[in-house]
C-alpha cells in the first residue's frame, strides 16, 4: 500500500471527525465565495455606475484639467481620438463631452451646480446614469437642441417643469461670462439628493457654440470599458500612443479617488474578515491533524521502526491533510454551487432596508445583494484554502516527523 | 566460522531523570551470530529492551558502539537508520502493532512497498510467508478481525518478509495465552531452523526461556551470564 493510499485511509478513522473538518472547509469556501463575489459584484457596480455618471473608466482631457477644470482646457481633434480610441482591444464605447460648472437661472431663483454636454448619439441608458434615471420627458433629440435636462431636485428649486426656460451661464474658451437660454426637455431622479439638485444635462453642440468650441473641441473623452479590472493597462497602453500625447489620460481611480479610496478600505476590511474566517478554518484543521498525530503516536513509532524515514512520515500526514482539503474544497464547491446561482441571478432585495437606492462614495447603488466572482476570484479562493489546510496540517507533520522512535514505542 | 550479524562493544546508555542518572545498559559488549535462537532474559527494568533499542537502532548510545553488519550505527543519520532498519532489521512487538487500516496481506506487505519492491514480488512473497506463518486464506482480514496470536503472526510474516538480517522481539508472547505463545514459538523456531532466520528476543516468559538456543542473562544493564545450550 502506497503513502497516499494509506493517507486516505487513515482520514476515514475517524469518520465523524473528518466529516466535521471537511465542513469546515467547505464553509470557509461557501464564506470566501460570498465575501469576495459580493466585493467583486458591489465594487464593480461601483465603479461602472461611477463612470457612468460622467468621467468614464478612463478620462481624456486637456492636461491638467482634472486638478482645475477650466472652459480654456479643452481638447481638439475629439472625432479622431475616439477613432483612434476604437481600435483598443476591451473599450466598449467613448463619449465626447464638455463639462463645467453654471449658474441656473429661472424666474424665481438662480442656483450654482454643474452640466454635462453630451451628443444624445453616443449617449444611452447604458453609459449614461443620468439617462437611465429620467422620469419625465426624453433627452435632447440632438446635439443641437436647445434643451436642457435637470435633475428633479434642481427642478424644483428653480420652481421648474417641463417645457419651461431656463437661463445658464458660463464662462468659454476666452473667460469671458456667456449665457444661453434652454427649455426644460426632461427631469432626472438617481435618488441622490447631492446629484439631483446640482447638475443639468445639455446638448453638445449647444453648448459648444455657447462656448465657442469647435464642432470636434470638447473638455473630456469619458471611455466606458467592458471590464474596469483592465483600466490601469488600456490607461498606460493609451499614454503610449502619439494620438494622446498632448492629453492627460487617467483611469477612474485617478478621477474619482474618493470612491478608490473607499474600495480600497472597504477591501482591506473584507480581506481582515476573510482573513480571520481563513484563521478559524486553519485552527480546526491544526485541532485535527494534531489530535491525529498525537493519537497515533505509537503507531508512527512502529512505523519508523520499519523503515518508514521521518520525511516519509513528514510526506503521510502531509497527504492526510491534502485529502482532508481535497475533501473540503469538494463539499464546499457542492454546497456553493447552489448558493452562488441564486445569489448571481436572483440576489437579495434590500430595498425594504434602503428603498430604492443608496449613495456610496458619491455613487448610486441599487438595493439587490448579489454576489458575482471573477475568474481569479475562484482560483484565489480555492488555492488560498488549499494551501491554507496544507500548511496547517505541516506543523502536526513536522511534529509526526521529528519524535524519535524509542519515544513513540516507549518498547519495542 | 560463525558469521556475526550485531556486535556490541563497551555499549552504555544512560537516561537523566532530573538530576539522576539512570544507567540502563551499562559497558555491554556482545555479539549475535547469523543462526542464533537468543533470549535476552531478565527482570523488568533490567535493560533488556534498552539493548533491543540500541541495537534496533531506535535508540542512541550514551557511548560504545553498536556494529549491524559491519556498519556502525552511530555513524549513521536518520534517514540512514530508517534505511537499516527497512532493510536489515524485523520487528516484532509485544501488542502485536499491526497498522488498523491495513489487511493483514498489506500489514506484511508495508516493508515491501518502503522497499520499492515490485507488486508481483510483494504478492508471491507476502503470499508465500502468510501461508508459512499459518496465515493461508486470511489475507484480507483487518487486524480487529483476527485473535491475539493471529495478528502476532502477521507480525511476524512482516518481519521475516524482507528476509532481514536478524528479527528482534520484544516479548512476543507477553499478550497471548500459553497454548498460542507454544504455536507462536514453534513457528519462529521452524524459521529459525529451515530458513535460518536470526532471533534475538527480549523475555522473561518461561516458555521462550525453554526454547531459546541461547540465554543472555541481563542484570542492572550489565550481562550477568550468556549460556549457549548445545
Known amino acids: 500500500m502506497n503513502l497516499n493510499t494509506l493517507a486516505w485511509r487513515n482520514l476515514w478513522r475517524h469518520k465523524r471527525r473528518t466529516l466535521i473538518t471537511a465542513s469546515s472547509i467547505a464553509f470557509g469556501v461557501l464564506l470566501a465565495v460570498t465575501f469576495t463575489g459580493a466585493g467583486d459584484y458591489f465594487y464593480t457596480r461601483m465603479i461602472d455606475a461611477g463612470a457612468n455618471m460622467g468621467m468614464g473608466h478612463i478620462t481624456i482631457a486637456a492636461p491638467d484639467f482634472n486638478r482645475a477644470p477650466s472652459s480654456k482646457k479643452y481638447l481638439q481633434r475629439t472625432e479622431q481620438l475616439q477613432q483612434q480610441l476604437m481600435q483598443l482591444d476591451g473599450i466598449k464605447s467613448s463619449m465626447a463631452r464638455i463639462q463645467g460648472q453654471a449658474m441656473f437661472a429661472s424666474a424665481h431663483k438662480s442656483i450654482g451646480g454643474m452640466f454635462f454636454a453630451v451628443d444624445p448619439e453616443q449617449e444611452n441608458a447604458e453609459n449614461n446614469l443620468f439617462i437611465k434615471a429620467m422620469v419625465e420627458g426624453k433627452m435632447p433629440v440632438t446635439a443641437s437642441d436647445k434643451t436642457i435636462v435637470l435633475g428633479v431636485d434642481l427642478a424644483r428649486k428653480l420652481k421648474l417643469t417641463m417645457g419651461k426656460k431656463v437661463v445658464y451661464t458660463t464662462t468659454d474658451k476666452q473667460g469671458d461670462i456667456v449665457s444661453a437660454i434652454a427649455r426644460v426637455g426632461g427631469l432626472f431622479q438617481t435618488g441622490s439628493n447631492e446629484i439631483d439638485s446640482a447638475v443639468a444635462l445639455l446638448p453638445l453642440h449647444s453648448v459648444q457654440k455657447v462656448l465657442s468650441y469647435q464642432q470636434d473641441e470638447v473638455s473630456v473623452i469619458a471611455v466606458i470599458l467592458h471590464d474596469q479590472r483592465h483600466s490601469h493597462q488600456l490607461r498606460d497602453e493609451m499614454k503610449k500612443m502619439n494620438s494622446f500625447a498632448h492629453t492627460e489620460v487617467l483611469n477612474w481611480q485617478q478621477t474619482q479617488p474618493d470612491l478608490a479610496g473607499m474600495i480600497a478600505v472597504d477591501k482591506s476590511s473584507n480581506y481582515i474578515s476573510q482573513l480571520l474566517i481563513a484563521l478559524l478554518v486553519a485552527a480546526g484543521i491544526l485541532n485535527t491533524m494534531l489530535m491525529s498525530v498525537l493519537e497515533r503516536k505509537r503507531e508512527f513509532g512502529v512505523m519508523m521502526a520499519l523503515g518508514l524515514s521521518p520525511q516519509s512520515l513528514f510526506a503521510l500526514v502531509m497527504l492526510e491533510s491534502f485529502w482532508l482539503a481535497v475533501l473540503g474544497l469538494i463539499i464546499g464547491t457542492i454546497v456553493t454551487i447552489p448558493w452562488y446561482l441564486f445569489m448571481s441571478q436572483t440576489g437579495i432585495d434590500l430595498s425594504a432596508a434602503y428603498g430604492d437606492g443608496f449613495s456610496f462614495g458619491g455613487v448610486l447603488l441599487d438595493t439587490v445583494f448579489k454576489i458575482r466572482l471573477f475568474e481569479e476570484s475562484i482560483t484565489a479562493i480555492l488555492i488560498g484554502l488549499f494551501t491554507l489546510s496544507l500548511c496547517a496540517g505541516a506543523y502536526p507533520a513536522w511534529r509526526a516527523g521529528r519524535v524519535p522512535p524509542v519515544e513513540s514505542l516507549k518498547t519495542i | ?230
Open chain 2, 1 to 230: 566460522m560463525e558469521q556475526t550479524i550485531v556486535e556490541l562493544k563497551h555499549l552504555s546508555k544512560i537516561y537523566q531523570q532530573g538530576e539522576l542518572e539512570l544507567k540502563a545498559v551499562n559497558d555491554v559488549s556482545l555479539t549475535i551470530s547469523k543462526g542464533d535462537f537468543a533470549a535476552l532474559c531478565g527482570p523488568s527494568g533490567s535493560g533488556k529492551t534498552s539493548i533491543l533499542n540500541l541495537i534496533g537502532g531506535l535508540d542512541e548510545p550514551t557511548s560504545g558502539e553498536v556494529w549491524l553488519d559491519k556498519t556502525e550505527l552511530a555513524s549513521l543519520s536518520k534517514s540512514e537508520l530508517a534505511e537499516v532498519r527497512k532493510n536489515r532489521i524485523g520487528f516484532v512487538f509485544q501488542s502485536y502493532n499491526l497498522i488498523p487500516v491495513m489487511t493483514a496481506y498489506e500489514n506484511a506487505a508495508f516493508v515491501l512497498e518502503l522497499q520499492g519492491v515490485d507488486k508481483q514480488t510483494q504478492q508471491q512473497r507476502v503470499m508465500q510467508t502468510l501461508a508459512d506463518v499459518g496465515l493461508a486464506g486470511l489475507e484480507r482480514r483487518r487486524p480487529d478481525e483476527m485473535s491475539g496470536g493471529q495478528q502476532q503472526r502477521v507480525a511476524i510474516a512482516r518481519a521475516i518478509v524482507t528476509n532481514p538480517a536478524i528479527v528482534l522481539a520484544d516479548e512476543p508472547t507477553a499478550n497471548v495465552d500459553s497454548h498460542t505463545a507454544e504455536a507462536l514459538l514453534d513457528l519462529m523456531q521452524k524459521l529459525n531452523e529451515q530458513q535460518g532466520i536470526t532471533f534475538l528476543f527480549s523475555t522473561h516468559d518461561q516458555h521462550v526461556i525453554d526454547r531459546a538456543k541461547r540465554i543472555i542473562q541481563v542484570h542492572d544493564g550489565k550481562i550477568a551470564g550468556d549460556d549457549v545450550r548445545v
